[in-house]
T-cell receptor, first 114, second 115 residues
Framework: AQKVTQAQTEISVVEKEDVTLDCVYE???????LFWYKQPPSGELVFLIR??????QNEISGRYSWNFQKSTSSFNFTITASQVVDSAVYFC???????????FGAGTILRVKS | DAGVTQSPTHLIKTRGQQVTLRCSPK?????VSWYQQALGQGPQFIFQ???????QRGNFPDRFSGHQFPNYSSELNVNALLLGDSALYLC??????????????FGPGTRLTVT
């Protein structure tokens, strides 16, 4: 069975602070994809990043960066210099390469205060 | 380039009634997935349609059924509504040729309230 755990229910930061969102996953698959989605108050899930299980290279994209560690089954996401517009619910998700469904965590509410 | 659209935006139904939700995929996409998101939780996979057939189904009862039309649009039907069916229903589209790597693009959702 696949499972995604986001232990942080809610995080509050002040604008310009860096913030890291944690994600731990469980899967028996050897090949899979990991995703981060953002859900603003409008409700629409917005795709942010995707990593595959055989590429542990960590990258930076603008203010976003991620740390994928297969040995600890973690896929953490960092926002640098947070802005008020980053306030949203962030979901980590897992997808088998053979399957069709995304398995989501419970989400982390991020509040960025000015 | 039109994104994923869903209708209606909001819906209020009474227990025992039936409801139909609609989804049009992003232009060029051929696969539609449906998710249920209860308040304060992450989305849960209901099922996925491709070539007008159900490809995979999550842990949802038979009261939840779907359909995909030749133009790739899709409907989600829920019969005998329960209070617990109150949720945000999200539709996502993707392109089957991209395989597992293809990200799913989500629509704005339909907020269903069952009273």
């Amino acid at each position: 069975a696949q499972k995604v755990t986001q232990a942080q229910t809610e995080i509050s930061v002040v604008e310009k602070e860096d913030v890291t969102l944690d994600c731990v996953y469980e899967t028996r698959d050897t090949t899979y994809y990991l995703f981060w989605y953002k859900q603003p108050p409008s409700g629409e899930l917005v795709f942010l990043i995707r990593r595959n299980s055989f590429d542990e290279q960590n990258e930076i994209s603008g203010r976003y960066s991620w740390n994928f560690q297969k040995s600890t089954s973690s896929f953490n996401f960092t926002i640098t210099a947070s802005q008020v517009v980053d306030s949203a619910v962030y979901f980590c998700a897992l997808k088998s390469m053979k399957g069709n469904k995304l398995v989501f965590g419970a989400g982390t509410i991020l509040r960025v205060k000015s | 380039d039109a994104g994923v659209t869903q209708s209606p935006t909001h819906l209020i139904k009474t227990r025992g009634q039936q409801v139909t939700l609609r989804c049009s995929p992003k232009s060029g996409h051929d696969t539609v997935s449906w998710y249920q998101q209860a308040l304060g939780q992450g989305p849960q996979f209901i099922f996925q349609y491709y070539e007008e057939e159900e490809r995979q189904r999550g842990n949802f009862p038979d009261r939840f059924s779907g359909h995909q039309f030749p133009n790739y649009s899709s409907e989600l039907n829920v019969n005998a509504l329960l209070l617990g069916d109150s949720a945000l229903y999200l539709c996502a589209s993707s392109l089957v040729s991209t395989g597992g790597a293809g990200e799913q693009y989500f629509g704005p959702g339909t907020r269903l309230t069952v009273t």
